[in-house]
């Protein structure tokens, strides 16, 4: 069965860029309701942690800088079929190559600049709804 929950980070880059009403609202138009949000800076520990699957990656490091260089919007998304539908409205991670409409090719400067993370798994969007909020946190 398909999970209900995606976690997205609307990155430092679009923050700074003042991209975060538009993209909030293309989330809202796509029927993601957000049962919980908050807007905070990473530290590099953290975002290491966060990111760990890519560690070794020859971008890792350039991806741990962007993360931590500002604050940024992280949230929890419900619908059914999250991750995929989700996936499929941010785009592609490279900005040049994602769809027309979505949210990386809207929104993002390149593949490291990409303006949003999304979940790709739903076993990994439990893991990130934990990682940043707790059960309390939660509606
Ligand atoms: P995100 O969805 O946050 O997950 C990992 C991030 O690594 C990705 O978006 C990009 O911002 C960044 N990244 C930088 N270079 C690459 C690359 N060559 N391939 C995949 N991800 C990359």
């Known amino acids: 069965m398909k999970?209900?929950?995606?976690?997205?980070l609307i990155k430092p880059y679009a923050v700074q860029h003042g991209y975060v009403g538009s993209i909030l609202a293309k989330i809202n138009e796509a029927s993601f309701r957000i049962s919980a949000m908050k807007y905070?800076?990473?530290?590099?520990?953290?975002?290491?942690?966060?990111y760990a699957i890519h560690k070794g990656k020859p971008y890792f490091e350039k991806l741990v800088r962007f993360?931590?260089?500002?604050?940024?919007?992280?949230?929890?998304?419900?619908?059914?079929?999250?991750?995929?539908?989700?996936?499929?409205?941010?785009?592609?991670?490279?900005?040049?190559?994602?769809?027309?409409?979505?949210?990386?090719k809207l929104f993002g400067a390149s593949i490291e600049l990409n303006a949003v993370h999304g979940s790709d798994s739903d076993e990994n969007a439990v893991w990130e709804a934990n990682f940043f909020f707790s059960e309390m946190e939660r509606f």
Do not use: C, S
Request: net charge neutral.
């Open 67 to 104: 993360i931590t260089d500002g604050p940024l919007v992280v949230a929890l998304l419900e619908r059914e079929n999250a991750v995929e539908i989700y996936r499929k409205l941010i785009g592609a991670t490279d900005p040049k190559i994602a769809a027309e409409g979505t949210l990386r």
């Open 40 to 50: 905070l800076q990473m530290n590099k520990k953290q975002a290491e942690q966060f």
């Open 3 to 8: 999970g209900n929950i995606t976690l997205t």
